[in-house]
């Protein structure tokens, strides 16, 4: 199931929760079957990958990862525990996955072509970032270069994973609510308030936007090299199916929601690292 990271993730973290909160349907469906629909979609991979994310907290802060050895590979092993962050989804999407909506989505995904599709975007989530972008912007450099109607199929795609926009500004409150963590916990000392800082990670949103886009795009073209155009464009109509985007809209909300939790507890454990000396 091709994430919010993917393009990776125009609506505030608070506004997502408020999503989950009014997403309460009628027929909620069962544990187990969301279990099962978690493996189908592939949407137990893309939480696993939330992870990788790690990677750029000590950035934000200013610190870097290697500073901290082997203490560091420890805590975020712990902190994004795929346990918990499964366990976390379940609860959530227990209250607010309708049957209608999981049974419509599993009956893509289960399809030959659907589970060609979680094999691909499982390998994806779990490529290695940079090695991914760089392949992906050379595809997308050679499908412009013959002119291929593909890119904006791929393009379209995007918009379907990310309908109502919230990729960017949840990836802003994600990163707000971490350097208030850290401050908050002694990790940094702020020098500015919180609106202050919230319009500064606005400053730049026109380029973060098109960062994000440049991004999904590479990012999509890699993914799917290995599918025709015409399988392209059957997924893409899948995914722009209103029950389709009703599984798209949650699952996002779920796991930004996730992923800011798991980045203000990251902020509160960093207090506990201790620097590397060098003997």
């Excluded at 049957?99 to 691909?120: E, I, N, P, W």
């Excluded at 499908?143 to 990836?171: C, F, P, Q, Y």
């Excluded at 996730?258 to 620097?275: H, S, T």
Aim: aromatic share 6%; proline share 2%.
């Amino acid at each position: 199931m091709t994430r919010l990271f993917r393009g990776a993730l125009p609506l505030v973290l608070g506004s997502l929760f408020l999503v989950l909160a009014l997403a309460l349907p009628l027929r909620a469906a069962d544990r187990a079957r969301i279990e099962a629909f978690l493996v189908t979609t592939g949407f137990d991979v893309a939480l696993d990958s939330i992870a990788q994310a790690s990677a750029s907290a000590p950035g934000m802060l200013g610190l870097e990862a290697e500073s901290f050895g082997s203490q560091w590979t420890t805590l975020t092993r712990e902190v994004f525990d795929t346990g918990v962050m499964r366990g976390r989804a379940l609860d959530i999407l227990e209250q607010t996955l309708s049957d209608t909506a999981l049974d419509h989505a599993v009956g893509f995904y289960a399809s030959d072509l659907g589970q060609r599709l979680v094999v691909a975007e499982n390998a994806a989530h779990m490529a290695d970032d940079d090695l991914k972008e760089e392949a992906g912007e050379a595809i997308v450099s050679e499908l412009v270069r013959h002119g291929s109607t593909r890119i904006e199929s791929l393009k379209r795609m995007n918009r379907a994973i990310d309908s109502s926009g919230t990729a960017l500004r949840a990836l802003q409150e994600i990163q707000l609510r971490f350097l208030l963590a850290a401050s908050a916990a002694g990790v940094i000392e702020l020098q500015m308030e919180t609106e202050d800082l919230r319009e500064l990670l606005r400053s730049n949103e026109t380029e973060m936007r098109n960062a994000l886009q440049l991004s999904a795009l590479a990012s999509a073209a890699y993914t799917y090299q290995a599918f025709s155009d015409h399988e392209v464009d059957t997924y893409t109509e899948a995914l722009e199916q209103p029950l389709m985007q009703e599984v798209y809209e949650l699952l996002n909300a779920v796991q930004y929601s996730i992923m800011a939790d798991r980045f203000e507890v990251l902020a509160v454990r960093m207090a506990d690292l201790q620097p590397v000396q060098d003997l």
